[in-house]
């Protein structure tokens, strides 16, 4: 974890602080979850091969366009990093429409209609956690243009890595239907969703422990099964 002193500016403000301090008395459980990250991951990536194989196959065939996603996320201290997806959308989707992806959403493909549901096209980013751009838990990785938006407080989630899932990742799972029935999706997602989001990033940081991280990943297996 940087010292205070290293942080990007817009970090060090006093809502922040409060986090980083809560943080800064946890720093063997940081190492521990960064130790189950990589070790996880790893074991992940060799027993999904096979899944990841055939999923890659069915989009070549089901779509022209590459096999991966790539898209510019933000993740620990702001940085910017590549998110590795499945690609469920046809080709250059981002230029087709807005950044938020829609209940029933033109732009998806029929393979990636498939493998959304399924989130197996978040697979790839057992990837991203492998190299610390992410982690099992944590919150969501946002596009830079949602986190410009950020309120001072909310930049305390990037004190520690994005995240495949969260809390906030089950209880909003169905966001795109919710957003599907706003006139102004962008606005509504901005203004209401994304708020709400973050109170419980926000308490997943005051409240972080190993036993929580491995409550939410818990309920994320179950959610998934259900």
Request: hydrophobic fraction near 40%; glycine fraction near 4%.
């Amino acid at each position: 974890m940087r010292s205070w002193e290293k942080l990007p500016e817009f970090m060090r403000n006093d809502e922040v602080r409060v986090y980083y301090d809560i943080l800064s008395e946890r720093k063997l459980s940081l190492v521990v979850k960064r130790l189950f990250d990589i070790v996880a991951s790893l074991i992940l990536l060799v027993l999904l091969l096979p899944v990841m194989m055939v999923t890659a196959i069915a989009i070549v065939i089901d779509s022209p366009g590459p096999v991966f996603y790539r898209q510019k996320r933000v993740t620990r201290y702001g940085r910017v990093f590549m998110i590795h997806k499945f690609r469920s959308m046809v080709t250059d989707a981002d230029h087709k429409g807005t950044l938020l992806t829609l209940n029933h959403d033109e732009r998806i493909t029929r393979v990636g209609r498939f493998i959304r549901r399924h989130r197996l096209d978040e697979f790839p980013q057992l990837l991203d956690i492998l190299n610390g751009n992410m982690s099992f838990v944590g919150t969501r990785p946002e596009v830079e243009k949602y986190v410009a938006r950020y309120s001072p407080e909310m930049y305390a989630t990037l004190l520690m890595p994005a995240g495949i899932t969260s809390r906030a990742s089950i209880l909003y799972r169905n966001e795109d239907r919710l957003l599907n029935r706003s006139n102004d999706p962008e606005k509504t997602y901005i203004e209401n969703v994304m708020p709400e989001k973050m109170k419980y990033n926000l308490e997943m940081i005051r409240d972080f422990s190993l036993l929580s991280e491995l409550k939410i990943l818990l309920e994320t297996v179950r959610t998934i099964v259900r």
